[in-house]
């Protein structure tokens, strides 16, 4: 159960990263490009998993939330919680 909440934990803060970094990754540094690999190796495939399931949600013209990040974060957040 550790184990599990340790990876939680890990996805939640690369969640973060993620969703303040993927509309700038052509400006992101030399140095921080292969973590952010990384981050998104790992996110990609679980984002895209859940996008068939839920699609974005606009909020205004132009302007939409990707719900599949969200549904993740809840996720994680109760993973956390048990």
Same mark, same amino acid.
């Given at each position: 159960?550790? &184990?599990?909440?340790?990876?939680?934990?890990?996805?939640?803060?690369?969640?973060?990263?993620?969703?303040?970094?993927?509309?700038?990754?052509?400006?992101?540094?030399?140095?921080?490009?292969?973590? +952010?690999?990384?981050?998104?190796?790992?996110?990609?495939?679980?984002?895209?998993? +859940?996008?068939?399931? &839920?699609?974005?949600?606009?909020?205004?013209?132009?302007?939409?939330?990707?719900?599949?990040? &969200?549904?993740?974060?809840?996720?994680?957040?109760?993973?956390?919680?048990?």
């Amino acid at each position: 159960m550790v &184990f599990l909440k340790l990876c939680a934990f890990l996805l939640v803060i690369s969640l973060f990263i993620f969703s303040k970094l993927h509309a700038y990754e052509a400006r992101i540094l030399p140095k921080y490009k292969k973590g +952010f690999g990384y981050i998104t190796s790992v996110l990609k495939p679980i984002l895209n998993a +859940f996008s068939q399931f &839920f699609k974005p949600h606009q909020v205004g013209n132009g302007i939409s939330i990707d719900t599949t990040q &969200f549904v993740l974060l809840i996720l994680l957040l109760l993973i956390l919680m048990a």
